[in-house]
């Protein structure tokens, strides 16, 4: 779409009021709901379906375009609609303010209005992807990383049939570790039915599915013989001292994720998990997740980047932090249809980040 067309659609659609009410020179954020297309029904303990609704938006100013984006999160009370209503509700508020004062800005945004942190994420990436390609330098430059640090990332397969089970194994031939969701009564036949096909390292997500402790630790213990190199919340977040317990019986690491929101949840972590899987829609995007990893290293804690299904605007951003930490779950892009974005690539399953300004975004 040229600039004009642009202009008039923009004109006529609500979601892009803002870009309507200001004039081409000023600054302007845009919103869009995108409906990213699964490429299977995507299962875990929480939920399945065959669909998300994601909130994209650019913030342009400068003659530059920085793009975010938000996958809500149902659980803490996140939907596309209410993403796309704080972001139209900071837009008057952000377009006044000095782009490269980000740090400023997103501390601005986190006292602003409790909650909505895959919206809040949306505008910090949409920030940092402008502040790269105005300084022609790719995210991972700007944070002093080295790309080719940057880790494996598993490929992760949702709770099915075993028959199915078997057929998504296949089809991840090319990733070296696989990240298998269990934590349903039917979790030993989910590995029997992955090791049926291949013996490659496993990760295992459990995503809160076991109640019991003792069901935890023997089901760790059974896991630890498959090949499986450390487990994914095990318990239920606020079930901390089971969870301790747990690990004081068990070999391999255990990880937090729903435990782990916020940098502030950390600290009281440590001891009853070896390690945290820090995702931008959890806290709040780039800058927060960075904090997070400082913060996890510096208790001697594990680190591993994290994703809900997202385009490659989510997964670039997260994928150019992804030299800090010792683990890396971004493939939300792989598992969606239309993605409309080509960021971050995998080969062999490694990530290898665009080498472009910003986030390294173009079109697919
Ligand atoms: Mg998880």
Redesign the pocket.
């Known amino acids: 779409m040229n600039r004009r067309k642009w202009m008039l659609a923009a004109a006529q659609a609500p979601l892009a009021a803002c870009a309507a009410r200001t004039s081409p020179a000023q600054p302007r954020l845009e919103s869009e709901v995108v409906r990213l297309k699964l490429r299977h029904t995507w299962t ?1 303990v929480m939920s399945s379906s065959q669909h998300r609704d994601n909130l994209h938006v650019r913030y342009t100013a400068d003659g530059v375009t920085g793009r975010g984006e938000a996958a809500p999160i149902v659980r803490y009370q996140e939907s596309a609609e209410t993403a796309r209503q704080m972001v139209e509700a900071f837009a008057p508020l952000l377009v006044q303010r000095d782009p490269w004062q980000f740090a400023k800005v997103m501390d601005f945004l986190f006292r602003w209005r409790s909650g909505q942190y895959a919206a809040k994420a949306a505008v910090d990436i949409a920030l940092m992807d402008w502040v790269g390609q105005k300084l022609g330098v790719p995210l991972y430059r700007y944070f002093g990383l080295d790309r080719t640090d940057a880790p494996v990332t598993t490929f992760s397969i949702g709770i099915d049939t075993p028959e199915i089970t078997r057929q998504k194994t296949r089809e991840a031939a090319d990733f070296p570790v696989l990240k298998i969701k269990v934590g349903l009564d039917t979790d030993e036949a989910t590995i029997e039915a992955v090791r049926s096909v291949t013996r490659k390292p496993l990760r295992v ?1 459990a ?1 809160e599915g076991w109640k019991d402790k003792e069901e935890a630790v023997r089901k760790i213990n059974w896991l630890e013989k498959q090949g499986v190199e450390f487990v ?2 095990p318990m239920p977040a606020p079930m901390l001292e089971e969870t301790r317990w747990v690990r004081s019986r068990v070999h391999i690491p255990i ?1 937090a ?2 435990a782990c929101l916020h940098p502030a949840d950390i600290p009281r972590l440590a001891g009853a998990f070896d390690g945290v ?1 820090i995702k931008l829609m959890k806290c709040g995007g780039i800058l927060e997740a960075f904090r997070m990893i400082q913060i996890a290293k510096s208790l001697g804690m594990k680190t591993m980047l ?1 994703c809900m299904i997202e385009s490659s605007i989510g997964i670039s951003a997260a994928a150019h932090l992804s030299p800090l930490v010792d683990y890396a ?1 971004l493939d939300g892009n792989l598992l969606i249809a239309n993605d409309p974005y080509v960021g971050v690539k995998v080969e062999k399953g490694r990530l290898i980040l665009p080498d472009s300004p910003g986030l390294g975004l173009r079109p697919a």
């Open positions: 875990t997500d995503n994914e919340q990880l994720d729903e899987n994290g779950d």
